[in-house]
Structures are given as structure tokens and as C-alpha cells.
């Protein structure tokens, strides 16, 4: 199931399920992977930033790639982002041989101008093999590195091998219009858009052509809702979900600490063993959790899956 430019619906970004001593939950990890197959997610995105990628050893980052990609049916996509070729060659070849989908590689910080930004994806796409389908992280607020419309499709046009963008630049809902508007003059061949940010945005990058999501939150079957539902045109009940749900999302945004609201509430859904998170981490304080269960408690006034009792 090698990744293809029809992507649609939600990706989800899998957190990495860790016991309290900092080993890898493997038991934590099979619930996880069903509860995304019976949430009805269309694939799964492994070791990412929010995956605590960076504090796996090579090993590790291996083998739970292939242990969630022999649990599922659905394409697994992994994150091989490195600082040298070198290692990002060697991941990529392991997850590949693995079974994964295709890997998913973001700039580094050192970039500058528009033509290094272009100029690195060629280099990591024959780095990597030109057979092997990868997608575009691009995160400015994270990564630092701004990627024009311009420079996307010069990316591309250059690599055909470039299959999805993850798009998670903020403000971004004119950049997808401006890319789906290459697409319609014909000068760009048509890729997936699937939108991060915690979905912070969905609702109305949906409505400006994205394909779906690549993302996270505690309740990502509520995206697959999100997604199902502005795809047939119900406009109104994918707003209203959404709504409903937005101020914990807006909650789990807060930098440095969304990951542990996310695996809290995780946790708390009978999907996690445990919150813990490899060190360093951050951990919620007594405060942060009452404020997550009020909010938990507001929302399941109008969605049920957060009646957690």
C-alpha cells in the first residue's frame, strides 16, 4: 500500500505509548492501533514529532514502526526526518522494508532561501530512492522555514515522488487555495493535502479543498466526523462537531504541554496504560488536570465519547 496523491481522510499521528520507567508500552500500542482502525482513520503516521520521535534510538524507531504497521490494514507512514542523508537513507530503507506506506521528511531549520528549501528535497528524495513516495512537512512555526506556494510546486514539479503535503503553516487557508488553484490553471500536478496543527483548523481548510488530516488529538475519531461530514456537504454538522470540541483542541494546542493533555485523555479513554512520556517531558500538574476534566465534562454535553465517568 505505497502512498499515492489520492489520499483522503485522516492520518493520525500516533503518539509513542511509554510505561512509566521510559520503556515502550507495547500493550498500550495494539489498543492504540485498533482504537484508530474502529475509529475509522484512513492511516497512520508514526514516529513524528508529536511521536517523541527524537528520543527513540534507531532500534526502537524500527521496531515500533513495524509492530504498528503488522497491527493494521491501513498505510503507515513514517517520519525520517535526520540532520545527515546518511541516517535519513538508513531509516527510511528499515521502514520501507517494514511495509511502511511512505516517509514523511521536514526542512531543517538551516534553511533560508527558496531555492535551498527546493534544492534539499531533491537531494533527501534521491537520497532516500526515488521509489519511495514521501510527504512534505511543512510547519513554519516549528521548523522555521517558510514555504511559498511557489516554492511547493516547484518541489512538486521536481520530484515525483512527492505525494502529499502535511500543511500546517498559521495562518495557511490561503495557501490551500492557492495551491488547489495551481492545480486547476495546470500548473501543478494534483497532490494530497492533509492539514496538522492539532486540527486546530479543520472545519475551514476542509471547505478550502484539503483532503483531510494528518494529525493528532485526543479524540481523533472526532476528525474522522469532521472529515466524513464536510465531505458530504453537511456543512453545518461538521461545524457544530467541531465547535463543540474546539476548546479542548485550542487546550491541547498550548506548546510544550499538548502532548501530555493528549495522552492524559488518551489514558483516560482506556486507550494508554499510562501519560508518561519518554524524558524529557512535560507532565500536568493537578491544576491542568481539573482544568482538562472540566473540559472533558462541558463536551460531553454534546458528544458522548467524553463521558469518561
Same mark, same amino acid.
Given at each position: 500500500m505505497?502512498l499515492?496523491?489520492?489520499a483522503?481522510?485522516v492520518?493520525?499521528?500516533?503518539?509513542?505509548?511509554?510505561q512509566?520507567?521510559?520503556?515502550?508500552?507495547?500493550?498500550?500500542?495494539?489498543?492504540?492501533a485498533d482504537?484508530?482502525?474502529?475509529?475509522?482513520?484512513?492511516?497512520?503516521?508514526?514516529?513524528?514529532q508529536m511521536g517523541?520521535?527524537?528520543?527513540?534510538?534507531?532500534q526502537?524507531? @524500527?521496531?515500533?514502526? *513495524?509492530? +504498528?504497521i503488522?497491527? #493494521? /490494514?491501513v498505510?503507515?507512514?513514517a517520519? %525520517?526526518?535526520?540532520?545527515g542523508?546518511?541516517a535519513m537513507?538508513?531509516?527510511?530503507?528499515?521502514?520501507?522494508?517494514a511495509?511502511?506506506?511512505?516517509?514523511?521528511?521536514?526542512?531543517?531549520?538551516?534553511?533560508?532561501?527558496?531555492?535551498?528549501?527546493?534544492?534539499?528535497?531533491a537531494?533527501?528524495?534521491?537520497?532516500?530512492?526515488?521509489?519511495v513516495p514521501?510527504?512534505?512537512?511543512?510547519?513554519?512555526?516549528?521548523?522555521?522555514? @517558510?514555504?511559498s506556494? *511557489?516554492? +511547493?510546486?516547484r518541489? #512538486? /514539479?521536481?520530484?515525483?515522488?512527492?505525494? %502529499?503535503?502535511k500543511h500546517?503553516?498559521w495562518?495557511?487557508?490561503?495557501?490551500?487555495?492557492a495551491?488547489?488553484?495551481?492545480e486547476?490553471?495546470?500548473?501543478m500536478?494534483?497532490i494530497?493535502?492533509?492539514?496538522?496543527?492539532?486540527g486546530?483548523?479543520?472545519?475551514?481548510?476542509?471547505?478550502?479543498?484539503?483532503?483531510?488530516a494528518?494529525?493528532?488529538?485526543?479524540f481523533?475519531d472526532?476528525?474522522?466526523?469532521?472529515v466524513?461530514?464536510?465531505?458530504?456537504?453537511?456543512r453545518?454538522?461538521?461545524?457544530?462537531?467541531?465547535?463543540?470540541h474546539?476548546?479542548?483542541?485550542?487546550?491541547?494546542?498550548?506548546?510544550?504541554?499538548?502532548?501530555?493533555v493528549?495522552?492524559?485523555?488518551?489514558?483516560?479513554?482506556?486507550?494508554?496504560?499510562?501519560?508518561?512520556?519518554?524524558?524529557?517531558?512535560a507532565?500536568?500538574?493537578?491544576?491542568?488536570r481539573?482544568?482538562v476534566?472540566?473540559?472533558l465534562?462541558?463536551?460531553?454535553?454534546?458528544?458522548?465519547?467524553a463521558?469518561?465517568?
Open positions: 505505497l499515492t496523491s489520492d483522503r481522510g492520518y493520525v499521528i500516533a503518539p509513542t505509548p511509554f512509566p520507567d521510559g520503556r515502550i508500552d507495547e500493550a498500550s500500542a495494539d489498543r492504540m482504537f484508530f482502525i474502529a475509529s475509522g482513520v484512513s492511516g497512520i503516521t508514526v514516529l513524528g517523541e520521535a527524537p528520543k527513540l534510538d534507531r526502537e524507531a @524500527v521496531s515500533l514502526a *513495524a509492530h +504498528i503488522r497491527r #493494521v /490494514a498505510p503507515v507512514v517520519g %525520517v526526518s535526520a540532520p542523508f546518511a537513507r538508513a531509516l527510511t530503507q528499515a521502514v520501507m522494508d511495509g511502511a506506506a511512505g516517509v514523511m521528511i521536514a526542512p531543517p531549520s538551516s534553511l533560508r532561501t527558496d531555492d535551498q528549501i527546493v534544492s534539499y528535497y537531494q533527501a528524495a534521491e537520497a532516500i530512492g526515488a521509489d514521501f510527504v512534505i512537512q511543512d510547519y513554519p512555526l516549528s521548523f522555521g522555514v @517558510v514555504m506556494p *511557489a516554492v +511547493i510546486r518541489i #512538486v /514539479a521536481e520530484n515525483p515522488s512527492c505525494r %502529499v503535503l500546517e503553516d495562518p495557511g487557508l490561503e495557501k490551500i487555495s495551491l488547489r488553484g495551481f486547476r490553471d495546470g500548473t500536478r494534483h494530497a493535502i492533509l492539514c496538522g496543527n492539532g486546530l483548523f479543520l472545519d475551514f481548510e476542509m471547505e478550502r479543498g484539503a483532503d483531510g494528518m494529525t493528532g488529538y485526543c481523533p472526532m476528525l474522522v466526523d469532521v466524513r461530514l464536510s465531505e458530504q456537504g453537511q453545518e454538522a461538521a461545524h457544530d462537531l467541531f465547535d463543540a474546539l476548546p479542548l483542541i485550542r487546550y491541547e494546542q498550548q506548546p510544550g504541554a499538548g502532548l501530555a493528549r495522552k492524559y485523555v488518551l489514558m483516560r479513554r482506556g486507550i494508554l496504560g499510562s501519560d508518561a512520556q519518554r524524558k524529557p517531558g507532565t500536568l500538574s493537578a491544576a491542568a481539573a482544568e476534566e472540566y473540559l465534562t462541558r463536551l460531553a454535553r454534546r458528544d458522548d465519547r463521558a469518561l465517568g
